[in-house]
């Protein structure tokens, strides 16, 4: 058996076993009763003992040097080019590092679960500056590794190939246009009358609307199921991709979207190529791509007009005895592009979202990089909300620089990903409609020839070329943001 | 860290990754897409092949043979005697006899699934003629090892120290009475009148009706959840039970006493001792006495009269709509006792079902002891069935010799679990009679003093001792099936 198979197989085996990882992890959040977590806790931690020490095998060194020797096609190229990135990435870092910034992020996240709700940021800092401290010396040790900045280095986990650089070139760029966007948006839409959800809508009609709509975006049932969690996410494994939602009786708009973004998410698993199962070079490209894809769903698709009349009498089919003039097209479509400044990212509408992005994404960038220290966090973080959108968050921590869970265990680096995903949406969409004509197959009902071109281009590419190339194959051209400014204007204002 | 503490944590390690095979297990039944059925039967593969590296690992021989000679408590020495029978059953094969056993079983029972149904008795023949030589094989090994006879050794696997000599005594004695007081039952009933479901019972009331009856029955919802399956099975964790049943929207009966059934599967699940967690001595006790605990629930409790006339007002609550004349206590009462003897042993009344095992017991343990060959078990079967339940199977496999799946892969031994457990739980009722006043507290809504009898007895006790010392210890006897006749006779008798 050459190398390059040994490593296939070695691989396989992995994923074999995250495979009941994620099962279980999606068990744990959505079905499991409260009286189970602690001995589930117990096995998926042994389980993440047993995961590190296969994917720190001491044989793995020799196999990579030897492999790539050996004669390969360009896909298994791509392949060990992916299966060594993951390895060269979970190799890091000294096992004493790993258990560290495991012990401090559930004790920052832990207390911050209460702590938020208190506005504590006097007993939130105190654990909070552990994991910062960890996170910096994990910058610092992949930075020495790879030769980029520690912040880049971070990025590396979530956006393979994109770099402070280019972020800070096109997020300074939509910084010039944004705020004003937003005024002008909020202007237009000031004088708009709009009926809210009012009534009551049961949680069962929900959960059928929610279905009528993963049929009609083509989920594949056969692969997967829709179930509640408190926060929703996309789990599972390709061939069997678990999406949840929760439902909020007195308001099915929220629930509804955020179906729809996670069968974005959920399609892009589904649509991954067979053939690389279980391999680095078979998994989802990026953070980014896999928010261009549930942003696509939601923000291309979901909340465009057209969409928006076929998703009206879904939506007056499953609550015949609620008030009607809610669910006419052009209402939803005013509850769906409300635009409006607030201080919750996970609530903000899509044109203000990238304000909340850009800015997080300064601080834990200067924060990475050693330019600033934690205790700066709530300064910047009310100067930036005054800047990007009119709000101060002085003395206001819960919903200031408390709000996130990502920064509790040390994730930084992910927060670009989001808005680097509604770029990419807006860029893909723009492709797509060069050659489909999207609003007539949206008003259609028969939304194939747009999941034909994301197949093609997107979902059976998995990780094969580097985002930059994939991109670029897709739609003529790396990153562009003008396509999502354009979009935005568009919507608005257009 | 002594060699009893190592076996303790090397157990502990097993049973965390056992923990996620049960979770899967139940997801890959319960709730899977079948789509996701391939992958999920490769992950679970990849883990049985982990547990099967864990329980052989090479280090145990020795740490078996130094614990044994260290200081241990009266606890300690079950629990390094139960870790020790456990490794020795599982280490007494051969890896090619376990492997080509799992292949010939696999396909065995996968061919049954259509060739019963086309009453093929030829082509079955085939694959099974392959299971039951590897079985023969697996019986003689084990025998050799245990001084035991071959069917003896394994019976061993799912009841610890019962005998054929024990089980001959106590079949024989039923062979002797049960023909003439089944006809004596039938006799009787021959002049009933009852009244048969006959109305929609739907599956959400249904479903409420299972979750008011495991109230009622102290089922632990923070540590468990019912759902749904094809075959109802009891599985999960300890701290996290999962029951399941099905729903005939024709015919609620079945489904309301299946759940009453592994609702006792569950308690004993659930009452087992917390400070032996994931070890073999903290385990239930064997299959028979985990029978008992579900017929004690379904059979002593829950088809007794005080039982139904406390569940009739739950089921009149939860289907309003339906013909109110048969949820009365007396006409459920008659359909949960009537005795039909019939070909299908899952199908099979409290009276009758003896009979089926009986049969399948003489036969099996025949087989395994070379005295027939597996061409001999049609007749036998015709023969037995007419001498036992007065019905021909002649020509008729699917439902007779075919009609069970435990044979299929090669699971010889199991049957009489299913008798042994009635008897148990008939010992068990007698006994708690003697300190409780079971027909009052039934009345009374409160069955909590029962519970605390069978916690006490059955559930905390695990396997802290032989089967014998702990019915002995509970009953003052060790098995004895006088009192299995005697609830018989009183029941449909009296």
Excluded at 117 to 137: C, H, I, P, T, Y
Excluded at 175 to 196: A, F, G, H
Excluded at 351 to 361: F, G, N, Q, S
Aim: proline share 3%; charged share 20%.
């Amino acid at each position: 058996m050459s190398h390059y198979q040994k490593l296939v197989e070695h691989s396989l085996k992995i994923s074999r076993f995250e495979h009941l990882g994620s099962i279980c992890g999606w068990d744990q959040t959505a079905v499991m009763p409260s009286g189970g977590n602690e001995a589930r806790s117990e096995a998926m931690a042994e389980l993440s003992v047993h995961l590190h020490q296969l994917g720190n095998a001491p044989q793995l060194a020799e196999w990579f040097d030897k492999a790539e020797s050996e004669s390969l096609s360009d896909n298994e190229q791509a392949s060990l080019r992916e299966m060594k990135l993951k390895w060269q990435q979970s190799t890091a870092l000294p096992e004493a590092l790993v258990q560290a910034q495991s012990l401090a992020g559930s004790k920052c996240e832990h207390a911050w679960r209460t702590q938020r709700g208190e506005n504590d940021w006097e007993g939130f800092s105190k654990n909070f500056a552990e994991v910062v401290a960890l996170s910096q010396e994990e910058a610092q040790i992949r930075a020495n590794i790879s030769g980029l900045t520690p912040y880049d280095a971070m990025l590396d986990l979530y956006e393979p190939g994109t770099t402070t650089a280019k972020l800070d070139v096109v997020f300074n760029d939509v910084k010039t246009w944004l705020p004003t966007l937003i005024q002008n948006i909020q202007e237009k839409q000031s004088t708009e009358s709009i009926y809210l959800p009012d009534g009551h809508y049961p949680t069962e009609q929900q959960r059928q609307l929610s279905v009528d709509v993963m049929k009609f975006l083509n989920f594949d049932f056969n692969h997967g199921r829709l179930d509640v969690s408190m926060h929703p996410f996309c789990g599972g494994v390709p061939t069997d991709v678990r999406i949840t939602t929760r439902y909020d009786e007195n308001d099915f708009v929220q629930s509804l979207m955020g179906t729809v973004h996670e069968t974005g998410h959920a399609r892009y698993e589904q649509g991954l190529p067979k053939e690389f199962a279980g391999l680095a070079v078979g998994q989802a490209r990026s953070m980014g791509i896999h928010e261009s894809q549930s942003l696509f769903f939601e923000m291309q698709l979901g909340r465009s007009a057209k969409f928006i009349s076929q998703l009206s009498p879904l939506v007056q089919k499953n609550f015949v005895n609620a008030d009607q003039k809610i669910f006419k097209t052009d209402n939803l479509q005013k509850i769906y592009t409300r635009v409006n400044p607030d201080f919750i990212r996970v609530d903000a509408d899509e044109a203000t979202y990238p304000a909340h992005v850009i800015l997080r994404y300064e601080i834990e960038r200067d924060l990475m990089n050693g330019k600033i220290g934690y205790k700066d966090i709530p300064e910047l973080w009310d100067a930036k909300m005054q800047q990007y959108l009119g709000l101060t968050t002085k003395g206001n921590y819960k919903n200031g620089c408390m709000q996130d869970i990502h920064w509790t265990d040390g994730s930084f680096g992910y927060f670009p990903s989001y808005t680097l995903g509604a770029m990419y949406a807006a860029q893909f969409m723009a492709a797509i409609k060069q050659t489909v004509d999207v609003e007539k197959a949206t008003l259609s009902g028969d939304l194939s020839l747009i999941f034909t071109w994301l197949s093609d281009n997107i979902w059976s590419k998995a990780s094969l070329f580097s985002t930059d190339d994939l991109v670029k194959q897709a739609t003529g051209d790396v990153l562009n943001a003008s396509f999502f400014k354009a979009h935005l204007e568009k919507r608005y204002l257009g």
